[in-house]
Nanobody
Framework: QVQLVESGGGLVQAGGSLRLSCAAS????????MGWYRQAPGKQRELVAAITSGGSTNYADSVKGRFTISRDNAKNTVYLQMNSLKPEDTTVYYC?????????WGQGTQVTVSS
């Protein structure tokens, strides 16, 4: 089992920045992927950004150039630096950990961007 603890959400004005953190603990495999997803009410959960243990990254087109994902493998922690935030970025953000076919999700953290 893997446990994920997210932090860093909150309220920010448009154009501002937030940094999300997600710490994984438990049965962590050295080869894994971690990422951030978001889900607006009535919509499917969508990928925001993901990063492998080797450092390969993937971003949704809507956040490219504004968001940066990074990780500290020694701390089993993934970060999402969100800059130039827009009101449409408002929703709940979820951390995901994946290895060898198993997926684990965090509890979600609310990000609200006011116009």
């Amino acid at each position: 089992q893997v446990q994920l603890v997210e932090s860093g959400g909150g309220l920010v004005q448009a154009g501002g920045s937030l940094r999300l953190s997600c710490a994984a603990s438990g049965s962590i495999f050295s080869i894994n992927a971690m990422g951030w997803y978001r889900q607006a009410p009535g919509k499917q959960r969508e990928l925001v950004a993901a990063i492998t243990s080797g450092g390969s990254t993937n971003y949704a087109d809507s956040v490219k150039g504004r968001f940066t994902i990074s990780r500290d493998n020694a701390k089993n922690t993934v970060y999402l630096q969100m800059n130039s935030l827009k009101p449409e970025d408002t929703t709940v953000y979820y951390c995901k950990y994946s290895d060898w076919g198993s997926d684990y999700w965090g509890q979600g953290t609310q990000v609200t961007v006011s116009s």
